[in-house]
């Protein structure tokens, strides 16, 4: 995982905390943010509602990359998962963190599942303007597109990290 300073000293006490804490999330919530309905949309996957079908999805493809402009964009849309939004409870940044790091590793496999032939980018940020959200979100990489995060991690203001699968 590729990460600026500040997410490592993130990771680094969410990983002092685990030694010396459990993890006080439910089974249930978890279950909810471990198994999305990843949806395969020509060649992008995305997370859908449970109610959106795939051939609704496919008949607005077209319309949806031209409004976000480009198929990440697409992709990092329909992706995008803030953590405390899947939490009842209220947990410490480090179990926040901690979840965080077990969703890239179990999304990685769900996603290589399903294209097994492509790598993904999954991006995880931490903000501390909203009450210390981590937010994931991934995109395929493509040959033509960018990496969809610049190179110079250190540039933002947050900690944020990146995993290339």
Wanted: glycine letters at 4%; hydrophobic letters at 35%.
């Amino acid at each position: 995982m590729i990460v600026n300073k500040k997410m490592e000293k993130l990771i680094q006490q969410a990983k002092k905390y685990k030694k010396n804490n459990k993890l006080t999330i439910s089974l249930k919530d978890l279950s909810r943010l471990f198994n999305p309905n990843f949806v395969k949309v020509f060649d992008c996957i995305i997370i859908a509602d449970k109610n959106e079908n795939k051939k609704y999805l496919e008949t607005r493809f077209d319309k949806s990359i031209e409004y976000l402009s480009g198929k990440i964009a697409y992709e990092i849309w329909y992706a995008e998962t803030r953590i405390d939004d899947y939490i009842e409870c209220k947990i410490s940044k480090e179990e926040t963190i901690l979840i965080g790091l077990m969703i890239i590793d179990i999304w990685s496999l769900k996603l290589k599942n399903i294209d097994n032939n492509s790598k993904f980018c999954i991006i995880m940020s931490y903000d501390n303007k909203w009450n210390g959200s981590v937010t994931l979100v991934y995109h395929k990489i493509r040959n033509n597109e960018s990496l969809g995060i610049s190179e110079d991690i250190e540039s933002y203001n947050g900690p944020i990290g990146y995993a290339i699968v």
